[in-house]
């Protein structure tokens, strides 16, 4: 199956039901009222994380996804049909980034998290929800709120406890090959490793640990150069790193010097990635002109790296092909993750969900003099009036006042003929005295 880790869908919930508008009429009885039922609520989409998967690639394929609309409602009080969310299975580590808003709106990191992505409409009042003493017999009623549509780019980020990086080549898939239970492509030339790899580490009977190696970084990763930050987001989430450095003399490059590039690029990328803990590891010890190598640059790091020594970093050698060093090294790996807790937001049983305060209603003047009222609660109040009702105009007029609109319109100094819009609903201002204000609907389009 193909690796896929970022796709873009478009996500709608459902319409909720309109509110029915009906009277009671039976025989023999000579008192009738209104008995319209309300609107049912539309579905969610839902993203639900599951530990099964580890692609979206069949998200690649179906980027479109609608959930179904409420019932109407019916007479006799009868209530229309609310929906069920529609329910959009993705990997464990998916974030939703929704890219009109530019924010993260949820991030899945345990198996059975669910996160409602755009919410179901709810159902409008039928008619008997409005039956007072003064208004007994009311014919109007709200229709189905309209459901949330957004267009999210679906990120995946590998869960580790512990992440490998290096150059390409350096052993990395070699290293988690002999230690888990993953079974990478391995092969001797650059860029072998086109997809993270992920592996359960046994440590003991009671313990393990989930390693990932990521496709080999060069210089420029940070920004997109070889295989770049394509993969390098697999490893935010990681505790400890295992930094996995090539000592053989075939590769022609100076280990040092590549312990320097690796350490750049993470920095770069991130800057919490530089202080995650780490093991450098010098890989191809059974290599004789390697081992030396390698037992020389032991010493040279700390020399020329000085935050090496000052963060106490362990530094072993090992053969990922023999195996020489490798237990020690898983070893010190699982110590490693025992004293560092989780990155945060990752593993975590909370529910990650950004939400922004929004305000009721705002007021921009159109170079064309137009007033333009947007915001979520005005255009909702709107979208759900029936607007060829006269009863149900006077009541929108009602709400708006109540919400606000009208004080706020006249201080940015509105006058009459005005023409004011919210969504699809048009009006030309009429405030006729100071006694009371009149707003006369001058077109409307749905």
Same mark, same amino acid.
């Given at each position: 199956?193909?690796? +896929? ?17 009906? @009277? ?11 008995? /319209? ?35 109407? /409602? ?13 329910? +959009? ?20 990191? @345990? ?18 929800? @409005? ?7 009311? %014919? ?7 459901? #949330? ?17 290096? @150059? ?49 970084? +060069? ?57 995650? &803990? ?9 290599? &004789? ?9 032991? %010493? ?41 807790? %989780? ?37 909702? +109040? ?49 405030? #006729? ?14």
């Amino acid at each position: 199956m193909d690796f +896929i880790d970022e796709v873009t869908i478009h996500v709608a919930s459902g319409k909720g039901g309109d509110g029915a508008v009906t @009277f009671r009429r039976e025989k023999h009885v000579p008192h009738g009222g209104p008995n /319209g039922g309300d609107g049912g609520a539309g579905g969610d989409v839902t993203l639900l994380a599951d530990q099964s998967l580890n692609t979206l690639v069949e998200l690649r394929y179906s980027s479109r996804y609608k959930a179904a609309d409420g019932g109407r /409602g019916a007479t006799n009080n009868k209530s229309g049909v609310s929906q069920s969310p529609l329910i +959009i299975r993705v990997p464990v580590g998916v974030s939703a980034f929704d890219l009109d808003e530019q924010r993260v709106i949820a991030d899945l990191v @345990f198996d059975g998290q669910t996160e409602v992505v755009a919410r179901g409409g709810r159902g409008g009042r039928g008619n008997a929800s @409005f039956a007072s003493s003064t208004n007994q017999a009311p %014919k109007y009623a709200e229709k189905g709120e309209p459901g #949330e549509e957004r267009s999210l780019r679906l990120e995946l980020r590998l869960l580790a406890d512990v992440g490998v990086v290096g @150059f390409p080549s350096s052993g990395k898939s070699t290293l988690i090959a002999a230690v888990s239970n993953a079974r990478p492509k391995i092969a001797d030339y650059p860029f072998t490793t086109l997809v993270p790899n992920l592996g359960v580490v046994r440590v003991s009977a009671e313990e393990s640990f989930v390693m990932a190696d990521v496709p080999g970084l +060069i210089e420029g990763a940070h920004e997109g150069a070889g295989l770049g930050h394509r993969f390098l987001r697999h490893i935010e989430r990681t505790r400890v790193l295992i930094h996995l450095i090539d000592c053989s003399p075939l590769t022609g490059r100076d280990p040092l010097e590549d312990y320097g590039v690796i350490r750049r690029e993470l920095l770069r990328y991130s800057s919490d990635l530089g202080e995650r &803990p780490e093991i450098i590891a010098l890989n191809k010890i059974d290599i &004789p002109e390697a081992r030396q190598r390698a037992q020389e640059c032991s %010493k040279e790091l700390p020399l020329r790296y000085p935050e090496i020594a000052e963060r106490g970093e362990l530094i072993r050698l090992v053969s990922t092909v023999t195996g020489e060093g490798v237990q020690q090294l898983v070893w010190d790996a699982a110590e490693l993750v025992r004293q560092t807790p %989780k990155v945060a937001g990752a593993q975590s049983d909370e529910v990650v969900r950004i939400e922004g305060p929004q305000a009721p209603f705002t007021i921009d003047r159109e170079a064309t003099g137009e007033f333009v009222v947007k915001g979520r609660e005005a255009l909702r +109040i709107v979208a759900m009036t029936d607007l060829d009702n006269e009863q149900a105009l006077r009541r929108l007029q009602q709400r708006l006042d109540r919400l606000g609109v009208f004080k706020q319109l006249r201080r940015l100094g509105i006058r009459n003929d005005d023409t004011v819009r919210i969504g699809d609903f048009e009006f030309d201002w009429l405030d #006729e005295n100071a006694a009371g204000e009149q707003v006369a609907p001058a077109s409307q389009s749905e």
